[in-house]
């Protein structure tokens, strides 16, 4: 009697764990996505109109602020200045500053606008 060929179960064993490659890759290629997204200055110009504003002076065009709130143009012509930084910074409550509970990328996208009016 012929002997029925052997089958491997290694191949079955590895499904599984293949599977779980596949997707923590997937979950790697997303996320890496999710941080290399550009900053987006257009929206940090909305965010600054609607939460800056009332003490910075946030654009050319606007007239009034409060005299102790430096203005975005100066913020970005600080030696040293830098939008990451600043994105860190406005991501944290500040005594004199409102609790405005940016997402990093709103905190990137502000400081990327305070870098460009600034030019």
């Known amino acids: 009697m ?12 590895l499904a599984p764990i293949r599977l779980a490659g596949c997707v923590v890759a997937a979950v790697a290629l997303v996320l890496l996505a999710d941080e290399s997204r550009a900053a987006d200055a257009a929206n940090g110009e909305k965010l600054a109109r609607l939460w800056c504003a009332s ?10 602020a409060n005299a102790d709130a430096p203005p975005f143009a ?13 994105a860190m910074f406005l991501l ?4 004199k500053m409102p609790n405005m509970e940016l997402s990093r990328f709103e905190a990137g996208d502000l400081a990327a606008y305070i870098a460009r009016v600034s030019r």
Do not use: M, N, W, Y
Not at 2 to 13: D, E, F, G, Q, W
């Open 55 to 64: 003490c910075h002076v946030v654009a050319p065009d606007q007239q009034r």
């Open 2 to 13: 012929p002997l029925a060929p052997k089958t491997s179960s290694v191949p079955t064993v």
């Open 74 to 86: 100066s913020i970005g012509k600080k030696p040293g200045f830098s939008a990451d930084q600043l």
């Open 92 to 95: 944290e409550p500040h005594p």
